[in-house]
Every structure is written in structure tokens, then in C-alpha cells.
């Protein structure tokens, strides 16, 4: 197997595990009433914000949200909370029915609609720690948390997102554009190598003819608790300090130097911050297959860490700053809401085959989306010689690939979902 290909299958495993976890916090929260009515409480406000100031107030805000001076809490009008639930609707989706995280298409979807990429990431942040906190349940996974293990992750985890997040207002401090550009051109290289894996994946599943099955079940591999040999080779390492962990899992438990867990958290914290993910599709396969922690140790750390991960980059470095879109981030949380039902009840009639092609089409729509709206960046700071008509021009393109891509989509996965209602309920 390839370098790049093992690559690919790791970050697979990230955004599959993230999944799970999105799946799990979001059902938890839609089959509680006491939750539901605490969401119920964080949109109240929006509304009031609404009628309250989007008439007088409202006119002044616009040239003010998205430009050089951050503002919070963001200007607010019913479109744009419409467009928000759209696009949480369409995440959710993509996160039920595909089984791989839908996070990656939150912030070109909001920077397409004309949301600074830094006001994107920050508002995806928010809106991943609100999740994480209405639907915690730290509570129930306590046995499979290594205190001490999540405690050294961390301290990592905070540095990195403090490193992002000053990177990313500092781009944007020193052009806005800039700051853009780069946030985009990140996404263009994950997403593109993402996308084209994704896509050699898919035909590959269609030439083998393979019995159906979910992209979450036919991507991992059956058993993580076997280490890799990269794995051994850092337990091996005798550098103090030595973090003991899985005493449940081997008899008298595993090894590693806090240094490591550090470095790891750090890269984590990093990613989290700047591409305003949560950090959670990176976790899993760092610890499983780097660091050699067992699946349930490592599911019940990446729940701790992705609640303080995103909660300390959300809001210690972009909320204070004014850098959290408020209103978008309730609307996704309640679209989302909706789009995991849905999409993981699909997953009951549709073919694993049609997952993976869906999951690919997804993730290329969003590359092109990417690199399309690269070139106008580029070109407005003097990069390369380009007409801003021309570049307006390829970004619109490549908006409306992006938004007819997923549409067709969400119109696929809940059209399937109602044409098949009575056989869910026969299921159920």
C-alpha cells in the first residue's frame, strides 16, 4: 500500500470517527426534551436580536460584519438565518447518510455566501462546542478516559489553537484577503486530496462489485487495538515524562512520553484553529495509529478533547475578538439537528457503493469550490495578472458547481427518505 494511500485511509478514519461522535451528540440532544428546550433557549435571543435591531440598527452593520473591524454580535436578518439552517441541513446529511464527518463543507459554504473565512471558522468552531455541550456525555465515558493521557493531549491541543487562531487574525489584521486566500488554499490541498482519493475509491468499490455496506464499516479497519510499528517504535522511547495508559485494555497497561501527546495535541490544536474543525478527524488516527492507543480509550479522549479543543479556539481565540457569526452558528446547530436524522435513517435503503460516491462528489464539489475562488484571491493582491471580471467569473462558476452539487444532493437523501418511509418504519 502507498504512502499517500495509508495517508488518505487515516484521515478517513478521523472524519469517520468524528462522524460517529456528531452522530451520537446530535441524536442524544433531538431525543431529550431537556436539551431540546435548552436549544430552544440559545435561539431565543437570535429571534429577539431579530425584531429588536435588524430594522434600525441593521442598515449600519452590514459595511461594518466581514471587513477589517470584527463586530459582535453579527448583524443579523432572516435570510441569512435561513441560509445557515441550509447548510447545517446539509452537513447533517452528509454527516448521517455518509458516515464522514460534514464539517468540511461548513466554511466553503459560508465563505461562497460571502462570509469572511475567518468569521467562517471562527462561527464553525462556536458551533461545534455548542453541539459538544448540549449533547455531552462525559459522564458515561468516564471508564474509557485516560485522565492523564487527555490531560498531556491537551496542553498541546490549547498551544496549537493559540498558535491558529493568532496566525489566522493576524493574516487578517494584515489584509483581509490574505487571510482568505490562505484559509482556502488549506482546504484546496485537504480537500482536493480528499476528493480524488475519494473519487479513485469509489470506482475502484463499483469494478469490485462489493456487498453493500456503510463508507464508516468498509473504510476502517476491523480492530485497531494490534499497533502499528511507527506506534512501538515511539512507546519504545524512554522520555520522561512517561504517561501510563490502557491499563484496562493490556495487562499493566502502555507507555508513551507526555512529549509526544504534546507534539500530537499541538498539530491537532493547530488544524482546529485554522480550519475551525474541531479537531476531532485528526485525533483518532494520530492516536490509534501513531501513539498506539486503544479505540476505546481513544473515543472516550477525543470527546474530552474536542469539547475543549473547540470551546478554548472557539471562543478564547475568535469570540473575544468579535470573530463568531452568532446567528449563522445557531442555524447550522439546528439544521445539522435535522440533517443527521434524516441522513442516518437512509443509510437503511441505500447501497455502501452509492455512500462512497456521494461521499466523493461531496468533498470534490468543495475542492472545486475552493480553487475556483483562488485565483480572484490571488489576483487581488497582486499575485498573478487576472481581470477582476475573469475572476469573478471562475469564482461564480465554481460557486454554482459547489451549491447545484450539494442541492442535488440534499434533494436525493431526503427525497429517498421519503419515498421510503414505510419501509423505515417497518425497520424501526
Not at 50 to 63: E, H, N, R, S, T
Not at 64 to 84: C, D, M, R, W
Not at 374 to 397: C, H, Q, R, S
Request: aromatic share 10%.
Amino acid at each position: 500500500m502507498s504512502i499517500p494511500r495509508q495517508i488518505y485511509d487515516l484521515m478517513m478514519a478521523g472524519a469517520q470517527s468524528y462522524a460517529r461522535w456528531d452522530i451520537e451528540t446530535s441524536l442524544r440532544i433531538l431525543h431529550e426534551r431537556r436539551r431540546m428546550m435548552l436549544l430552544g433557549l440559545m435561539l431565543l435571543p437570535i429571534a429577539l436580536i431579530g425584531v429588536v435591531f435588524a430594522g434600525p440598527v441593521g442598515d449600519a452593520l452590514p459595511a461594518i460584519l466581514g471587513s477589517k473591524q470584527a463586530y459582535g454580535p453579527a448583524h443579523y436578518t432572516t435570510t441569512i438565518f435561513l441560509a445557515s439552517i441550509a447548510v447545517g441541513v446539509v452537513a447533517g446529511l452528509i454527516t448521517g447518510c455518509i458516515g464522514a464527518g460534514g464539517g468540511f463543507i461548513i466554511a466553503p459554504a459560508l465563505m461562497s455566501a460571502g462570509v469572511k473565512g475567518i468569521l467562517a471558522v471562527g462561527t464553525d468552531l462556536f458551533h461545534i462546542f455548542a453541539k459538544a455541550i448540549m449533547g455531552s456525555v462525559l459522564h458515561r465515558k468516564l471508564g474509557n478516559i485516560s485522565i492523564a493521557l487527555a490531560v498531556t493531549f491537551l496542553v498541546g491541543s490549547i498551544a496549537g489553537a493559540t498558535v491558529g487562531g493568532t496566525i489566522n487574525r493576524t493574516l487578517y489584521e494584515m489584509n483581509p484577503v490574505l487571510s482568505d486566500a490562505f484559509i482556502t488554499t488549506i482546504y484546496v490541498f485537504i480537500l482536493g486530496f480528499l476528493g480524488f482519493y475519494g473519487m479513485a475509491d469509489y470506482f475502484r468499490s463499483r469494478k469490485a462489485a462489493i456487498a453493500p455496506a456503510k463508507v464508516c464499516e468498509s473504510a476502517a479497519p476491523a480492530t485497531y487495538d494490534d499497533m502499528t510499528g511507527l506506534a512501538h517504535k515511539l512507546q519504545s522511547v524512554n522520555l520522561p515524562p512517561m504517561i501510563r495508559f490502557d491499563e484496562g485494555v493490556v495487562p499493566g497497561g502502555r507507555r508513551i512520553s507526555g512529549m509526544f501527546l504534546v507534539l500530537s495535541g499541538f498539530v491537532v490544536g493547530i488544524a482546529a484553529a485554522i480550519m475551525g474543525v474541531g479537531g476531532g478527524f485528526l485525533t483518532f488516527p494520530i492516536f490509534v495509529y501513531v501513539l498506539g492507543v486503544s479505540a476505546s480509550t481513544t473515543v472516550g479522549t477525543d470527546i474530552l478533547q474536542i469539547v475543549f479543543t473547540a470551546g478554548y479556539a472557539g471562543i478564547g481565540q475568535y469570540a473575544i475578538y468579535g470573530f463568531i457569526f452568532y446567528t449563522l452558528a445557531m442555524g447550522m446547530l439546528l439544521g445539522s439537528l435535522i440533517g443527521i436524522q434524516i441522513g442516518t435513517l437512509v443509510t437503511k435503503v441505500v447501497s455502501g457503493v452509492t455512500i462512497r460516491g456521494f461521499f466523493a462528489l461531496a468533498v470534490m464539489s468543495a475542492f472545486v469550490n475552493r480553487v475556483f475562488a483562488l485565483p480572484g484571491k490571488l489576483a487581488a493582491m497582486d499575485y498573478i495578472p487576472l481581470a477582476k471580471e475573469t475572476a469573478a467569473t471562475i469564482e461564480n462558476v465554481g460557486i454554482g458547481i459547489f451549491f447545484v452539487t450539494l442541492s442535488s444532493f440534499a434533494v436525493w437523501v431526503i427525497w429517498t427518505f421519503v419515498a421510503n418511509i414505510k419501509t423505515l418504519k417497518v425497520e424501526d
